[in-house]
């Protein structure tokens, strides 16, 4: 017997589902913190595109988990919007329903232990609250076993219809082809064996972009666009190396609200994966820091230590305590430090770089020095990394750890 036939006693659903409403910022931090603890590294690190979206998709999912409980515990007829959308985003690159698949148990047992906790606190007799719980846990087992059929339904829907299409189906060799597959390449017309320089590229203009980059640099030029977004991949490829310096891009402006990130250069096929990725790590850190150009060679050391992301903020949150905040006096300290660690630990240059007076400088290293409880040159190395990492990361720190069984 189902939830939606089985004989409920007089529970108030829709005020019990408004309890679990009120909890939503923390089932979301749950949601993420064990999605990145979770899901497979493939996910975590090397598909930065989709990671944010699928966390984001398995947060607002909750709200259709809630509607459906705040409706006397009532199934879903079809597959809910947020839920269609990602998985036809899925669809589109080719991802498969692997992280789709693990973000539903995720979200199941982020919900289920913040509804636990609720149905403790509540002034019921015992076999209320046992016949609560039971009640809740069919819901929550059916409600997400019924949400998976229609996932895999419109996944195969979906990719029936993109690879259809034959732009499609050049963005799938694409996917393929960072996925590790073995395909056949020849309708892509670019050449896997040369040097190959990867670009990520989003806003307004982002294929022009790729475009201007390719003329300026005398490359072929492979350009694909993600499904539903203004992001572009693309590929500079040449028999020969571009030059080390790639001086073109110390002065490359893209147009107002258009960005790009880059990798390194690399030869043949896997260094067409390895500067892809490259690419990816440097786009993260170019959203967080909002700057126009982004070249992986700036951001490697916050790439590597950044890596474990639930390891980087907790080092991040150790070595900035005290420094931390988002008041007028922290910021200033954060950024006194880092431009002093940029100007070679020269106070003068720092004050110049600053606009302040010398004495300034030094007064904000001595504050910083009391507040972390160690001089800063005797932790230049730890302070550098963990203020790099906290802008690659972005300000959003880790959620404080949930306590109840998985």
């Known amino acids: 017997m189902t939830t939606e036939s089985r004989p409920r006693p007089a529970f108030d659903f829709a005020a019990l589902g408004e309890k679990l409403e009120a909890r939503l910022d923390d089932i979301g931090d749950v949601i993420r913190e064990r999605a990145l603890a979770e899901w497979p590294a493939e996910w975590v690190v090397d598909r930065p595109e989709l990671r944010e979206p699928m966390i984001e998709a398995l947060r607002s999912g909750v709200l259709a988990d809630l509607e459906a409980f705040k409706a ?56 209320q609250r046992r016949e609560l719980l039971r009640l809740t846990s069919d819901f929550f087992f059916e409600y997400a076993d019924r949400i998976w059929i229609f996932v895999k ?24 082809l960072l996925a590790g597959q073995d395909v056949d390449v020849t309708g892509l017309d670019y050449d896997m064996e040369v040097s190959h320089l990867a670009i990520i590229t989003w806003g307004p203009r982002a294929s022009q972009v ?11 030029l492979l350009l694909v666009s993600l499904p539903n977004s203004s992001i572009f991949w693309a590929w500079l490829g040449g028999s020969r190396p571009l030059d080390k310096s ?17 990798g390194e250069e690399e030869t043949g096929l896997s260094g067409f994966r390895r500067s892809h990725q490259l690419a990816g790590y440097a786009q993260r850190a170019g959203r967080a ?118």
């Open 72 to 127: 006397d515990l009532r199934l879903p007829d079809e597959c809910p919007p947020t839920a269609a959308y990602h998985t036809r985003l899925l669809a589109e690159v080719g991802a498969g329903l692997e992280p789709m698949h693990w973000g539903l148990r995720v979200t199941h047992r982020a919900l289920w232990g913040c509804w636990t906790e609720i149905v403790d606190d509540l002034d019921i007799s015992e076999r």
């Open 153 to 176: 339904q419109e996944y195969t829907a979906h990719r029936e219809r993109v690879l259809r299409g034959s732009d499609q189906r050049r963005a799938q060799i694409i996917h393929e």
């Open 210 to 220: 790729a475009r201007e980059l390719a003329r300026a640099a005398n490359r072929d």
């Open 246 to 262: 790639l001086s073109m891009l110390d002065s490359f402006e893209p147009s107002k609200g258009t960005a790009l990130a880059v």
């Open 289 to 406: 820091s909002r700057c126009p150009v982004t070249r992986y060679r700036d951001v490697a050391i916050e790439a590597l230590a950044g890596h474990d992301e639930r390891e980087a903020r907790a080092f991040v949150a150790r070595e900035l305590a005290g420094l931390d905040g988002d008041d007028k006096r922290s910021v200033a300290l954060r950024k006194t430090l880092l431009t002093y660690f940029g100007s070679g630990h020269n106070a003068a240059a720092t004050a110049a770089a600053l606009g302040v007076h010398e004495q300034t400088v030094a007064n904000r290293l001595n504050t910083v020095a009391e507040r972390i409880g160690a001089r800063v040159n005797a932790r230049r190395c730890e302070l550098e990394t963990a203020l790099r990492l906290r802008e690659y990361l972005g300000d959003r720190q880790a959620p404080a750890s949930y306590s109840t069984a998985s």
